[in-house]
């Protein structure tokens, strides 16, 4: 997996993916990594940091972090240059669309400025490279499904979609977007984008549903469900998107993108009860968990359905979902029902 390289920068690696990705190259690869976060709210340094732990001699050697906001253009200048990285999987990002809608201008900074800032020292960078780094180098940016817009009931997203972002983290994520792809057109930067479907997995904030909806059951507290909870989502185990970004990493097309989903069409409200109906066996209490469930005001500019076709990286890379998801969700749960208990 991933021989060709040495150094692989991962930014975002104490949030929810980029840890997943970090906990997997760290225990299945040789690569030195340098993890850059800035230690938002949603990022949690056990998600790696007991891994390491767990082996220090091991793995403590080939992993370094450093707490940079990627806004800060000479910490990262410096980090970069001195680590020298072949290989580059840009993760950090804000990423919920709620506070995306209350701060517009935060993610819109973020996510785009902090992107080109990585991007203009990043190519700086691959420029003073030799020709074997460069035929090397490779820079994967992490996307979403969501900067297609909303499907109705029928159709997926593909790599041919048109953008059309409808929130405010939608939109700063396809400004980013189209800053990849800018600088992989014009000045030959090689990049690739992926855009995936929702994750789910362990280690997610609980902000987003499958981790919201736990916690909140644990709790006894109000499950909220915007408006009739019908949204469609396409969800994808955490573990098969982390491997379709190696297998882009690996042999992925540079100047191109990949869509990336699981397969697993549910609505919210399907979605929320399947959790409640596996609570109600792991973790029994005098009522079903789904009475906790309340339809609140929707979301503004709520999407309705998002699904991906994945066929291109599937023909292209070999890549394919492995994860049951309904085993997936059950493994999920038992991990916050473990980590709730600690
Ligand atoms: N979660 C999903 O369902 C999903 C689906 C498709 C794509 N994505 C994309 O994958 C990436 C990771 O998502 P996630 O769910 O792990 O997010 P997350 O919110 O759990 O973690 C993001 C991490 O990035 C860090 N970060 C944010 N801005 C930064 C900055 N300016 N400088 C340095 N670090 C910064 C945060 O501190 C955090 O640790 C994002 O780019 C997101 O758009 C997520």
Sequence with gaps: MLVSYKRVLITGGYGFIGSALVRKLLH????????IDKIGYAS???????????NKNFYQERYSFLKIDLLNSNDLKNAIFEFKPNLVFHLAAETHVDKSIINPNKFVTNNIIGTSNLLEILNQ???????????LFKFIHVSTDEVFGSL???GKFSEISPYK??????????????LV???SKTYGFPAIVTNCSNNFGPWQFPEKLIPLTISKSLKKEAIPLYGNGKNVRDWIY??????????CANNGKINSSYCIGGNNEISNINLVNLICTILDEKKPWEKSYKTLIKFVLDRAGHDYRYAIDSSKIKSELEWKPTHNFEESLSLTIDWYLKENDQ
């Design 28 to 35: 299945q690869t040789k690569l030195k990594i340098l993890n």
């Design 44 to 54: 949690n340094l056990s998600s790696v940091n007991k891994l390491i732990e767990s």
């Design 125 to 135: 960078y691959f420029k003073g490279l030799s020709l074997s780094e460069k035929n």
């Design 152 to 154: 109705g009931k029928n």
């Design 165 to 178: 972002p409808n929130s405010p983290y939608a939109a700063s994520k396809a400004g980013s977007d189209h």
């Design 181 to 183: 792809k800018a600088w």
């Design 238 to 247: 955490v573990e098969d998107h982390v491997n379709a970004l190696i297998e």
